[in-house]
Each structure stands twice: as C-alpha cells, then as structure tokens.
C-alpha cells in the first residue's frame, strides 16, 4: 500500500508503525529512494503513534496470518488481541480522523476496532469487499472482453467464503449484465463460475506466492484517495448495519460512499431473496465468531 501511494502521490506525508523498528526504517529508505521518479515531493519516514495525532487517515494492515491447522476462529481472537493494542495506541494519540481496517477477519477487525476506538461508527471503515468487487471485475472484463472500467458490478457480504454477488444490480455500462450474457447466448453459470473465481483467488495466490500484496494495495490506496479527495464515491467497504437490510450490530461488506467524513451513508440494494439469505448468512458468521472469547477480549 505504501508503495502504491508513493506512485500515485496525492499526500504529504506517510508514516510507517511497526514492532520491528528495523524492518521499518529499512522500508523508509527504500521508498525515500524511489522519491525522486515520483509524481510529487512527500515526506515517508518511521514513526510512532504519537504521530497518529494530527493524521487524517490511520490504515491498519497489522496481524498474524493463519497458521497451518489453525482456525478461523484463533486466528480471529489472536488478532483482536492486536487489533486492541493498536486501536488503543492510535487514540491514546489524540487521533480523531478516519481508520481504515484491512487486517483479517477483516469485518470482526472493523467492529473491534469501532468498538475500542470509541470513534463514530462512519469514521472507522473496514476494507471489506473493496478488492473483492475488483477481482470480480476484472474476471467479468476479461470474460466479456469489456474494459473493467465499464463493468459496474459489487461483491457484498463477508470478505470470505460466504459472499456474494447481487446480478440484478450488476451492469455492463447501462445494460445489465443478465442480458449481456442472454444476448451473447452466455450460459448463465458462467456468473456462477466467474464468482466461484473471485472467492478461490486468494487461496490460489496465497498457495502459489504465500501472500497477496498488490491487489490489496491498490484497493487501500484507491478507499485513502476517496477520503482525502472527499469523492463521495461509492465503494462497497465493511460498515456498521444499524437496521440496513434488516441486520444490526455487525460490519460487513455493502456499497456506501465514502468521503472525507469516511462513510457518508449506505447504498441499500433491494435483493431478492436468495440475496437477502446470502447476506444474513454472512452477518450471522461474524456474529457468532465474535461470540464468546472475542467479546470478552474487546470488553475487557
């Protein structure tokens, strides 16, 4: 991410956190290096979090990933533990601008960080379906031979398994991607296929290069760009349900605009039933993992 925003320019200043001090003063002198073929003077350095103050955007990327045989659910709790620590650093600064959340589980990161942060909940926004919906995308562009640019469609719900794609509300330009791929004479597993794809990309990279870094990356930079240009642009991040799709207490994937406020309001989707299904079904995986230990880790 921090690569991609010295690329784009855009900010004055990038400030790099870490435990391992070393590593990021290495990152520092890596990045000052590639200063002088960017788009714009910027001041990139290693810091601390009493430089989180005055800060108008916080992203945190920090976390364990999961370990082999370990689950979902301990790797969720090992990281609210961290989540906390940080949240708690970031605040004890006097930060009060927007906190971007990209670490996993990232709707439970989202929610444990609103929790902690005591921040208003449009101010404290989670990655959530950003770099899902440009997976989706992508594959969509590349199927149909259409620019990606002109492909208008959103994956919704959970970052995992158990999102979905809302077709009704997909189009190609302004035609709707149903009958784009009726027309063509598609056949309409295709779709089907084309989100199995989406959700099977980060098990086929992760097994083949052991992380994702790019996409992620670019999908930061693209949510930071919308708050600090004050966009009012419509990104489907994870946000707070308060009787939206008829979920409460939760954070989870769904189109919002975001501007310098962070979000500005949610976008509510009429969905069909199976839609609506799909999306309880991914509220009610979020709520039942933060069920128990979790909850008491962020109370505690």
């Avoid at 005591?118 to 959530?128: A, D, E, Q, Y």
């Avoid at 590349?142 to 189009?171: C, R, T």
Wanted: aromatic share 6%.
């Amino acid at each position: 991410m921090a690569y991609s925003m010295l690329n784009r320019g855009g900010i004055d200043e990038l400030i790099l956190i870490d435990l391992d001090k070393e590593k990021t003063k290495g990152e520092e002198m890596d990045l000052s290096h590639g200063l002088p073929y960017a788009p714009q003077k910027m001041i990139i350095k290693a810091g601390d979090y009493d430089e989180c103050k005055d800060a108008e955007v916080v992203v945190i990327t920090a976390g364990v990933a999961q370990k082999p045989g370990q689950t979902r659910l301990e790797l969720a709790q090992v990281n609210t533990k961290i989540m906390k620590q940080i949240t708690k650093s970031i605040m004890a600064s006097g930060f009060n601008g927007i906190i971007i959340v990209a670490s996993n589980p990232v709707d439970l990161m989202a929610y444990v960080v609103w929790k902690v942060s005591g921040l208003p909940k449009n101010k404290v926004i989670g990655s959530g379906t950003v770099l899902d919906t440009a997976r989706l995308r992508y594959l969509m562009a590349d199927y149909l031979q259409i620019s990606s640019k002109n492909i208008h469609a959103y994956i919704m719900g959970e970052h995992g398994d158990s999102s979905f794609v809302p077709w009704d509300h997909a189009y190609v330009g302004c035609k709707k991607v149903k009958d784009i791929i009726k027309d063509g004479n598609h056949p309409m597993e295709d779709l089907k296929k084309i989100h199995e794809g989406v959700v099977n990309a980060a098990y086929e990279i992760i097994n083949k290069k052991k992380a994702t870094y790019y996409g992620i990356g670019m999908a930061l930079n693209r949510l930071v760009r919308a708050v600090l240009d004050n966009e009012n642009s419509i990104l489907t991040v994870s946000t707070y349900l308060e009787n939206q799709y008829g979920q409460n207490d939760v954070y989870i994937g769904v189109p919002a605009i975001i501007n310098e406020n962070g979000v500005r309001e949610l976008i509510e989707l009429n969905l069909n039933e199976y839609e609506q299904e799909k999306l309880e079904n991914s509220c009610n995986l979020i709520k039942q993992m933060r069920e128990g230990e979790i909850q008491k880790i962020i109370e505690e």
